[in-house]
T-cell receptor, first 117, second 110 residues
Framework: AAGVIQSPRHLIKEKRETATLKCYPI?????VYWYQQGPGQDPQFLIS???????DKGSIPDRFSAQQFSDYHSELNMSSLELGDSALYFC????????????????FGPGTRLTVL | DAKTTQPPSMDCAEGRAANLPCNHS???????VYWYRQIHSQGPQYIIH???NNETNEMASLIITEDRKSSTLILPHATLRDTAVYYC???????????FGGGTRVLVKP
């Protein structure tokens, strides 16, 4: 079965540079979620989108922005990178039951490992 | 979302059943219990979820107490590939995000 695709899988950047991470959800999934996992930490929710609109927001720095496109893929843009941004970034996708707006099970991608030097 | 409490670590023997407990004493009626696992730096993998009734799939069984204050994930025949961090998460039916906390680091030994 098709899974969530994330690109790139690895990214190395210098401080103060920008980075763009991409997420392609499972076919027919309309909701995407972004999570950040620092070294030795648990995944933390950043932001989510449903039908191209932001649906929830977590502890996402102001230097980060994200959007969802008409084909449901999403991009996480990170500017003025700091050493502390080095982490694994996971994207997950799900469907939403339109009658109740309840999210179904989230399925995660393999992640992008961002290293800021 | 309700807070969940899990033991930080546990060992189990290969081929034996692994029983992973989770306490969620403040869970509300519309919160589901989800289980995910994360095998070293891979994306979290969905295992199973339930609301009130016990659930079983090809990976595991989920036993939820009648008062819903705790649950147990059962891996029927643990293999070395089941070594991972297992997360028990309470998620509101209308909520979207997953709140990961702590988890249980399971080590399956030969």
């Amino acid at each position: 079965a098709a899974g969530v695709i994330q690109s790139p899988r690895h990214l190395i950047k210098e401080k103060r540079e920008t980075a763009t991470l991409k997420c392609y959800p499972i076919p027919r999934h309309d909701t995407v979620y972004w999570y950040q996992q620092g070294p030795g930490q648990d995944p933390q929710f950043l932001i989510s989108f449903y039908e191209k609109m932001q649906s929830d927001k977590g502890s996402i720095p102001d230097r980060f922005s994200a959007q969802q496109f008409s084909d449901y893929h999403s991009e996480l843009n990170m500017s003025s990178l700091e050493l502390g941004d080095s982490a694994l970034y996971f994207c997950a996708s799900s469907t939403i039951r339109r009658a109740t707006y309840v999210a179904d099970t989230q399925y995660f991608g393999p992640g992008t490992r961002l290293t800021v030097l | 979302d309700a807070k969940t409490t899990q033991p930080p670590s546990m060992d189990c023997a290969e081929g034996r059943a692994a029983n992973l407990p989770c306490n969620h004493s403040t869970i509300s009626g519309n919160e589901y219990v989800y289980w995910y696992r994360q095998i070293h730096s891979q994306g979290p993998q969905y295992i199973i979820h339930g609301l009130k009734n016990n659930e079983t799939n090809e990976m595991a069984s989920l036993i939820i107490t009648e008062d819903r204050k705790s649950s147990t994930l059962i891996l029927p025949h643990a293999t070395l590939r089941d070594t991972a961090v297992y997360y028990c998460i309470a998620r509101k039916a209308a909520g979207n995000k997953l709140t990961f906390g702590g988890g249980t680091r399971v080590l399956v030994k030969p």
